[in-house]
C-alpha cells in the first residue's frame, strides 16, 4: 500500500493511477489490483494449507 496520500477515487497500489472500486486488506484499489491481490492471497493460502499437511 502506498504510504503517500491518495486522492479520493484513486487506486492505493503503487504506480497504479487506475480508479479504486475495491476495498482490500491493501487499501482501495481498482478492479485489476483487487484481483492480482486476490490471486497472491490464494496462493499464499494455498501455500499456508500445502505446509500444513507436510508437517502432520
Same mark, same amino acid.
Given at each position: 500500500?502506498? =504510504?503517500? =496520500?491518495?486522492?479520493? /477515487?484513486?487506486?492505493?497500489?503503487?504506480? $497504479?493511477?487506475?480508479?479504486?472500486?475495491?476495498?482490500?486488506?491493501? /487499501?482501495?484499489? $481498482? *478492479?485489476? $489490483?483487487? !484481483?492480482?491481490? &486476490? &490471486?497472491?492471497?490464494?496462493? &499464499? !493460502?494455498?501455500?499456508?494449507?500445502?505446509?500444513?499437511? &507436510? *508437517?502432520?
Amino acid at each position: 500500500m502506498s =504510504l503517500e =496520500l491518495a486522492r479520493i /477515487g484513486e487506486c492505493d497500489t503503487p504506480l $497504479c493511477e487506475d480508479d479504486a472500486e475495491t476495498i482490500t486488506p491493501e /487499501g482501495y484499489v $481498482c *478492479s485489476s $489490483c483487487a !484481483s492480482e491481490i &486476490a &490471486a497472491e492471497y490464494d496462493q &499464499a !493460502s494455498e501455500r499456508n494449507h500445502t505446509e500444513q499437511r &507436510a *508437517s502432520r
